[in-house]
C-alpha cells in the first residue's frame, strides 16, 4: 500500500492493523528517521527496551534472509507488543521481505524498515507499494509550501505563536532537513522559556539567519551573475558543512519563485508589485536584489536553469564524482548564464 499526503499523517498516528511491515524511505534523512521512531513508538513506547526492540542492519539480511521472519516471530520477555527495525535497507533486503509478508502466521511485532532515495524502479518499493499487508511513505525535503506548516506544528507544541516576520525568518532560515528544523525550533522554545508571541527579534537571538545567509549569499550571487561573491561564498558555506544537494535544492526554490513572480508580471503585475505577492515574503534586505533577477531571468532562461540544477541533483546521487563540485559547477553556469542575460539587456 503506498501512502501518499493526508493519509501519512493519519497513518502515523493510528496504524492500519493489518500491516505487518512499512517501509520508511526517501531522500530526506532527518523525516525518515523521525516517521520511523513515530511508527516504531505505536507498539513500543520505550525504544531502548532490549527486551521489546531489535535492530538489524539492512546488509545482514542479504546473508540471512530468515532472520527477518524469525525475529518478527519472537515474543517479548514479559509480553507485549515487539518492533524489529531494518536500518538502511536497501533491494538486498527484497527476498527477506517478500518471504515475510508471505506468511501466513500472525506477526506479534511491527516490522520498521528505514532506506534513504529509492527509486521509482526500485524492488524493495515495489513490494511495499503493492502488498496489502505492507506499505509505504516517501520522505522529501521541506519546501516552501510544507515548512510553514512544520514550524506551526512544532511551535504549537510549546504554546509559541510567531508573528509575521518571524514566520518569514523562520522560513528563510530553517531548511529541508525535518530533524535539522525542529532542532533549532526546539533551541527558540528554550530559549523563549514558555508561552507566548515571537517576534523577529526573538528568531535571530535563538538561531539567528547565519547558515540562512550564507545560503542566500551563494544563490543570489549566481542568480545574479556576480561570479566573484559567488567563489567564496560558495567555499564558505561548504566548509561550514552545508550539504551540496540541499544548496541545490535551496537554489531550486528560489528559481520556483522567480518563475512565480514571472507568472505575475506576465500578467500585467510590474516586478515590484510581483516581487511583494509572494509568500512567504522576500526579506527586506534581498528585495532589490530579487526585483533585479526578473529582469535578467526570462521564461526560457528559466527553464535552462531548472534543467541545470535538477541534472546536478541527479548527478550527486549518480555519479559517484565529488558533490561539492557538482554543486559548485551548476552554480557557476547560472551565474555565467545571469552576466549573458545582463550583457544583452
Avoid at 516517501?138 to 506551526?152: E, M, N, T
Avoid at 544563490?219 to 567564496?232: F, M
Wanted: with cysteine.
Amino acid at each position: 500500500m503506498k501512502l501518499t499526503g493526508a493519509k501519512i499523517e493519519g497513518f502515523l498516528r493510528s496504524p492500519d492493523p493489518n500491516i505487518r511491515a512499512v517501509l520508511v524511505f526517501g531522500p530526506d534523512e532527518g523525516l525518515v528517521r523521525e516517521r520511523a521512531q513515530r511508527l516504531a513508538k505505536t507498539a513500543v513506547e520505550d525504544l531502548n527496551d532490549p527486551f521489546r526492540v531489535v535492530e538489524i542492519n539492512g546488509s545482514d539480511l542479504k546473508a540471512d534472509p530468515a532472520r527477518l521472519a524469525d525475529e518478527a516471530a519472537s515474543l517479548s520477555f514479559g509480553g507485549g507488543s515487539r518492533v524489529v527495525r531494518v536500518r538502511q535497507a536497501s533491494d538486498q533486503c527484497t527476498p527477506a521481505c517478500q518471504s515475510f509478508l508471505a506468511l501466513d502466521t500472525p506477526s506479534p511485532a511491527l516490522v520498521v524498515i528505514d532506506a534513504g532515495d529509492l527509486a521509482a524502479s526500485s524492488k524493495l518499493r515495489k513490494l511495499f507499494e503493492t502488498a496489502k499487508n505492507g506499505a509505504s511513505m516517501a520522505c522529501y525535503g521541506d519546501d516552501l509550501k510544507s515548512l510553514p506548516d512544520v514550524i506551526r506544528e512544532t511551535l504549537n507544541r510549546f504554546q509559541l505563536n510567531p508573528d509575521r516576520d518571524a514566520m518569514s525568518l523562520l522560513v528563510q532560515s530553517l531548511g529541508s532537513d525535518r530533524s535539522v528544523t525542529r532542532g533549532e525550533l526546539e533551541k527558540l522554545a528554550l530559549y523563549m522559556g514558555g508561552p507566548g508571541p515571537v517576534n523577529e527579534a526573538d528568531v535571530r537571538a535563538a538561531i539567528g539567519d547565519t547558515a540562512a545567509s550564507g545560503v542566500d549569499d551563494v544563490i543570489y550571487s549566481a542568480a545574479s551573475g556576480d561570479t566573484a561573491k559567488l567563489e567564496t561564498a560558495i567555499s564558505r558555506v561548504l566548509a561550514d558543512g552545508t550539504n551540496p544537494v540541499q544548496l541545490v535544492r535551496a537554489a531550486q526554490r528560489h528559481f520556483q519563485r522567480l518563475h512565480s513572480a514571472r507568472g505575475q508580471m506576465a500578467q500585467g503585475m510590474s516586478a515590484d508589485q510581483a516581487t511583494k505577492s509572494l509568500r512567504p515574503p522576500i526579506i527586506f534586505k534581498l528585495a532589490d536584489a530579487f526585483r533585479a533577477q526578473l529582469g535578467v531571468w526570462p521564461e526560457p532562461k528559466l527553464t535552462r536553469a531548472f534543467d541545470i540544477l535538477t541534472q546536478a541533483e541527479i548527478d550527486c546521487k549518480t555519479t559517484g564524482y565529488p558533490a561539492e563540485a557538482i554543486c559548485g559547477r551548476a552554480m557557476l553556469s547560472i551565474a555565467q548564464a545571469a552576466r549573458a542575460g545582463q550583457r544583452r539587456r
